[in-house]
């Protein structure tokens, strides 16, 4: 009798997102799929807000400069609880890690000693990225420290498309924006 397969641990996006999962488009689908490390690669354009505030917000968490048709590399490694995700803009690194979320239809992200909720609505094909909560160093924000997100994820003649915007609480002043498209640069990587 053969051995029976077992069908692998679905992927940090696949458990979050879990009956809304077959809603997403397969270029956004296959984007968060890596079981392994893989990279993609695209363009981007890049604007940064202009105020004191938004441009030290966006040099604090590492955000990229602003720029027209900016090269962009994304590079995803899948972690035993969550992913690493390493933004290169034009040589600008921008690194975060991917983690699980207890809450439904959620996930959270670290960039150094901050910490965003974000949940994951779906329609229509495009899934969008709302900051819920937020830490500082552990330390619970309140919800009027958060940045407000205007970000999106979705499929454009099917190529993996993105729109990520992100205010700064109480005013919505740009901090920065980023939007563009991305491509499997190669056959993923399998997990070892």
């Known amino acids: 009798m053969p051995a029976q397969q077992r069908e692998p641990a679905p992927t940090l996006f696949q458990a979050a997102l879990a009956d809304r999962w077959d809603a997403l488009p397969p270029a956004v689908q296959r984007l968060h799929s890596v079981r392994g490390t893989e990279s993609f690669t695209g363009r981007a354009r890049v604007v940064r807000g202009r105020s004191p505030i938004a441009r030290l917000a966006a040099w ?28 290169s803009f034009d040589g600008r690194r921008l690194r975060s890690r991917l983690l699980p979320s207890p809450r439904r239809y959620c996930y959270r992200e670290r960039f150094g000693a901050f910490t965003f909720e974000q949940a994951l609505p779906v329609k229509d094909g495009v899934m969008r990225l709302r900051v819920r909560r937020g830490w500082l160093l552990g330390v619970p924000l309140p919800s009027l420290l958060l940045p407000r997100s205007c970000a999106s994820e979705c499929a454009v003649d099917g190529r993996f498309q993105f729109d990520i915007g992100i205010h700064l609480p109480v005013s919505g002043a740009l901090i920065v924006r980023y939007q563009g498209s991305l491509a499997p640069e190669a056959p993923p990587i399998a997990a070892e």
Do not use: I, Q, S
């Open 60 to 87: 604090l968490l590492g955000f990229p400069r602003a720029g027209d048709d900016v090269p962009l590399r994304l590079t995803l490694t899948c972690l035993p609880h969550g992913e690493a995700w390493e933004r």
